[in-house]
Nanobody
Framework: QVQLVESGGGLVQAGGSLTLSCAASGRNLNSGAMGWFRQAPGKEREFVARITWSGDLTYSRHYGDSVKGRFTASRDNAKKTVYLQMNSLKPEDTGVYYC??????????????????WGQGTQVTISS
């Protein structure tokens, strides 16, 4: 089992920045991938970013088209924490942000159902 706890959400003006954190506990994840998804009211959960690692090596990052160039995923292996740095925020970035673990690193997965463990989500609201 893996437990995930997101934090860092809040209310920010358009153009501002936020950094979300996702702390993992439980099962030791020597390799895997952490995905970030978001869900706006009335919309489906959307892929935002994915970071993949094996041991201490972070070897790939992928981003949704709507956030490329503005969001950056990173990880602190010692803290078992993954971060999502969000810059140049827009009102359309508003939603509940979730982190999720994919135990497979064979290919890039962007569908929520392919992730095994989920956090509870953190609200991000961007005002115009």
């Amino acid at each position: 089992q893996v437990q995930l706890v997101e934090s860092g959400g809040g209310l920010v003006q358009a153009g501002g920045s936020l950094t979300l954190s996702c702390a993992a506990s439980g099962r030791n994840l020597n390799s895997g991938a952490m995905g970030w998804f978001r869900q706006a009211p009335g919309k489906e959960r959307e892929f935002v970013a994915r970071i993949t690692w094996s041991g201490d090596l972070t070897y790939s990052r992928h981003y949704g088209d709507s956030v490329k160039g503005r969001f950056t995923a990173s990880r602190d292996n010692a803290k078992k924490t993954v971060y999502l740095q969000m810059n140049s925020l827009k009102p359309e970035d508003t939603g509940v942000y979730y982190c999720a673990v994919d135990l497979s690193i064979v290919r890039v997965r962007v569908i929520p159902g392919e992730y095994e463990y989920w956090g509870q989500g953190t609200q991000v609201t961007i005002s115009s």
